[in-house]
């Protein structure tokens, strides 16, 4: 019995050795599977893509109780490849519009949670940000269920030269925030931006309460904090709150509980990979009776539907128009590359600006 348990120590050591090298090879490669996300700007949670792993590698157990065990290892073994990531990510830099505690800020923080944020005055100064190498990425607002479109980012994706490569959805809870000793008694006046203002307009009136417009949530919340005035009162998030040491003193505010912002995160390479099921084109048509209806049509043909369609304003030519619509699919395909060159026989100018994994929340 005693030789049977020594044999056993010695495979169970042989093995372990074995699988300290390997071990060591899997990190490297993450090492490289690290790069590549930093490289396009993705996060480092790829829920599809381990799934399919730990399923791919568990069905090579046959033992159903070894199974089932193996399966919690697999789950270990990806935890720690995250975490290592984590680490890795500290010099990731990422570009947001905003100070410290603006919805970007907190968008950026949970997309990639151990990055370094950099905050830029306005969205072209963290777009530029990463086309001249201060920031890797940059994560900036295309859309407010409320608010409807963000203009200057979507005209600066259109010009410009990054790709997006994720977009995903942060909803909003406004919050009327005050000093440690304030109580909602107190308020008499409440300062925030004009939209979280809009948004809450109904909360504001029933309450009675002045109100004054700021830049943004987190410079009204800054605003509040650095005063000594109880009857002062900022709309803002949670997350504000904790950052300039207000309280929360009623939570949920705004008139429509639906507020949802989607961000885009920007990159210079555009991103291949297989959980991308989204894509983005941009193009301006021909100045042609029915050239607008022939690209949809062109669009419908190749059996891509259309989940978004927006005009923008052409700023070098009045009363012209260019397209940004986003379709289930994407474009590197034989059916994509048909869809392309049919596309561009009734187009100006016509541009793939990225792909995503559409309803990504964070």
Same mark, same amino acid.
């Given at each position: #019995?005693?030789?049977?348990?020594?044999?056993?120590?010695?495979?169970?050591?042989?093995? &372990?050795?074995?699988?300290?090298? *390997?071990?060591?090879?899997? #990190?490297?490669?993450?090492?490289?599977?690290?790069?590549?996300?930093?490289?396009?700007?993705?996060?480092? %949670?790829?829920?599809?893509?381990?799934?399919?792993?730990?399923?791919?590698?568990?069905?090579?157990?046959?033992?159903?109780?070894?199974?089932?065990?193996?399966?919690?290892?697999?789950?270990?073994?990806?935890?720690?490849?995250?975490?290592?990531?984590?680490?890795?990510?500290?010099?990731?830099?990422?570009?947001?519009?905003?100070?410290?505690?603006?919805?970007?800020?907190?968008?950026?923080?949970?997309?990639?949670?151990?990055? &370094?944020?950099?905050?830029?005055?306005?969205?072209?100064? +963290?777009?530029?940000?990463?086309?001249?190498?201060?920031?890797?990425? +940059?994560?900036?607002?295309?859309?407010?269920?409320?608010?409807?479109?963000? /203009?200057?980012?979507?005209? *600066?994706?259109?010009? /410009?030269?990054? %790709?997006?490569?994720?977009?995903?959805?942060?909803?909003?809870?406004?919050?009327?925030?005050?000093?440690?000793?304030?109580?909602?008694? &107190?308020?008499?006046?409440?300062?925030?931006?004009?939209?979280?203002?809009?948004?809450?307009?109904?909360?504001?009136?029933?309450?009675?309460?002045?109100?004054?417009?700021?830049?943004?949530?987190?410079?009204?919340?800054?605003?509040?904090?650095?005063?000594?005035?109880?009857? *002062?009162?900022?709309?803002?998030? !949670?997350?504000?709150?904790?950052?300039?040491?207000?309280? @929360?003193?009623? !939570?949920?505010?705004?008139?429509?509980?639906?507020?949802?912002?989607?961000?885009?995160?920007?990159?210079?390479?555009?991103?291949?990979?297989?959980?991308?099921?989204?894509?983005?084109?941009?193009?301006?048509?021909?100045?042609?009776? /029915?050239?607008? +209806?022939?690209? @949809?049509?062109?669009?419908?043909?190749?059996?891509?539907? #259309?989940?978004?369609?927006?005009?923008?304003?052409?700023?070098?030519?009045?009363?012209?128009?260019?397209?940004?619509?986003? @379709?289930? /699919?994407?474009?590197?395909?034989?059916?994509?590359?048909?869809?392309?060159? &049919?596309?561009?026989?009734?187009?100006?100018?016509?541009?793939? +600006?990225?792909?995503?994994?559409?309803?990504?929340?964070?």
């Amino acid at each position: #019995m005693a030789d049977r348990l020594e044999k056993a120590r010695e495979i169970i050591d042989k093995v &372990d050795s074995q699988m300290a090298e *390997l071990f060591i090879q899997r #990190m490297k490669a993450v090492e490289t599977v690290f790069e590549y996300k930093k490289a396009y700007g993705l996060p480092i %949670y790829d829920k599809k893509r381990e799934d399919a792993v730990i399923e791919k590698n568990s069905s090579h157990i046959d033992d159903a109780v070894i199974k089932e065990y193996y399966t919690d290892y697999l789950k270990n073994l990806m935890a720690v490849s995250r975490a290592y990531q984590h680490r890795l990510q500290n010099g990731l830099k990422v570009a947001y519009s905003g100070v410290e505690g603006a919805f970007a800020h907190i968008a950026a923080g949970r997309i990639f949670p151990d990055s &370094d944020r950099i905050s830029f005055r306005d969205f072209r100064a +963290a777009y530029n940000s990463v086309l001249n190498g201060e920031a890797d990425i +940059a994560v900036l607002p295309i859309e407010n269920s409320y608010a409807g479109e963000v /203009g200057q980012t979507i005209d *600066l994706i259109f010009s /410009g030269q990054l %790709y997006i490569n994720g977009i995903y959805e942060l909803e909003i809870h406004q919050n009327l925030l005050g000093l440690p000793d304030a109580t909602v008694e &107190d308020i008499r006046k409440v300062t925030s931006h004009t939209q979280a203002l809009g948004q809450c307009h109904d909360y504001i009136k029933l309450r009675g309460f002045d109100v004054e417009e700021a830049s943004n949530t987190a410079i009204a919340a800054k605003t509040v904090a650095e005063s000594s005035d109880k009857s *002062l009162g900022a709309i803002a998030s !949670a997350e504000t709150a904790e950052i300039y040491g207000l309280k @929360i003193l009623e !939570a949920n505010i705004n008139k429509s509980g639906e507020n949802t912002t989607r961000f885009a995160v920007l990159s210079k390479v555009k991103a291949d990979t297989a959980n991308f099921t989204s894509s983005v084109l941009m193009f301006t048509v021909k100045n042609e009776a /029915g050239s607008l +209806a022939n690209a @949809i049509s062109i669009i419908g043909k190749y059996g891509y539907n #259309m989940t978004a369609l927006r005009s923008r304003p052409l700023k070098k030519h009045s009363w012209q128009y260019y397209f940004y619509i986003e @379709i289930d /699919g994407t474009t590197d395909t034989e059916n994509g590359e048909k869809m392309l060159e &049919d596309l561009s026989k009734v187009c100006d100018k016509l541009k793939i +600006a990225g792909t995503f994994a559409p309803h990504s929340e964070i």
